[in-house]
């Protein structure tokens, strides 16, 4: 059955726009890598690599989600706009919830009143003696924004899933 709306357009192999470039591809991978362990780190007995690793990854995550906000978005696979709409909504909202946990994560220190310590080598502290309100306010919207990119992750896996058994042409090389 054909389906009614026409959505064409071209693959990644014919409009070279549509696909990633090298760098982006290892950025993409190696921040997927370290969300990954950052969430597998955010409990008690593992803090300490998690803020450490986290303070050491918050710029080039937050660099990551500017250059794609500055680059725009890939153009859409040719597949039913509902699926682009998703696929464009999951896309959007990973970018935020990174956003708000490196920022959130990199202001907690601060407002605990605590010195920024990077694994056991050294650590700094701020001119600041803290403000517990703010800092629980943080503290819960980091830790609801790490939870929320779970969801997210998982639509995008299915989203790549789908490339990949139900592709077309240069579509499975995105």
């Known amino acids: 059955m054909n389906d ?3 959505h064409h357009i071209p693959t ?3 409009d070279p726009v ?4 090298l ?6 991978w190696t921040g997927a890598i ?6 597998l780190t955010h409990e008690d007995e593992w803090l300490t690599y998690h803020v450490s ?9 937050l660099a990551r989600v500017i250059y794609r906000w500055s680059k725009g ?9 509902a699926l682009n709409f998703l696929s464009r909504l999951v896309m959007i909202g990973m970018l935020l919830v990174v956003l708000v946990t490196a920022v959130t994560g990199a202001l907690l220190p601060l407002f605990a009143g605590e010195p920024y310590t990077l694994f056991a080598l050294g650590s700094w502290a701020a001119p600041y003696s803290g403000n517990q309100l703010i800092h629980a306010l943080l503290e819960e919207t980091h830790d609801a924004a790490g939870h929320v990119i779970i969801p997210l992750f998982a639509l995008h896996l299915l989203g790549f899933a789908k490339h990949m058994i139900f592709g077309k042409g240069g579509n499975r090389m995105r």
């Open 4 to 6: 009614p709306i026409e």
């Open 12 to 14: 990644g192999i014919e």
């Open 18 to 21: 549509a696909n990633y470039t």
């Open 23 to 28: 760098i982006s591809v290892i950025a993409h």
């Open 34 to 39: 370290a969300i990954i362990f950052l969430f």
């Open 53 to 61: 690793v986290g303070m050491l990854l918050a710029v080039p995550l």
């Open 73 to 81: 978005f890939p153009r859409s696979v040719d597949q039913h706009p």
